[in-house]
């Protein structure tokens, strides 16, 4: 599986944007795709995953009612629509595809539990 991640850019405080992972392969719609960030000098981050039945989806708290994710397994394409957005949102979001199906919550917060990752993509929010 490959990722291929877009969609960041700079907005000011309180603004949206929505970033987009579309992905490659016949096995893509087969597996929970997440969203991570890393912001400078700190260690990458859980925000969001979405199981592969396009329904069950999981947020960090600190993003929780402000980000959504949800995925089109016909355009193999993932996406996280960001509002409210905060300075502190400011980092580099990867996309990743989890190789394991019907896992706890809690497993899919870790990054090792991602094994295709995709490029990642700025977000720069300002106060």
């Known amino acids: 599986v490959q990722l291929q991640a877009s969609g960041g850019g700079s907005v000011q405080a309180g603004g949206s944007l929505r970033l987009s992972c579309v992905g490659s392969g016949r096995t893509f719609n087969f597996h929970p795709v997440g969203w991570f960030r890393q912001a400078p000098g700190q260690e990458r981050e859980f925000v969001a995953v979405i199981m592969e039945d396009a329904i069950t989806a999981y947020y960090a708290n600190s993003v929780k009612g402000r980000f959504s994710i949800s995925r089109e397994n016909a355009k193999k394409t993932a996406y996280l629509q960001m509002n409210s957005l905060k300075p502190e949102d400011t980092a580099v979001y990867y996309c990743?595809?989890?190789?394991?199906?019907?896992?706890?919550?809690?497993?899919?917060?870790?990054?090792?539990?991602?094994?295709?990752w995709g490029q990642g993509t700025l977000v720069t929010v300002s106060s």
């Open positions: 990743a595809a989890s190789p394991n199906v019907g896992y706890s919550e809690t497993y899919y917060h870790d990054h090792y539990s991602f094994h295709f």
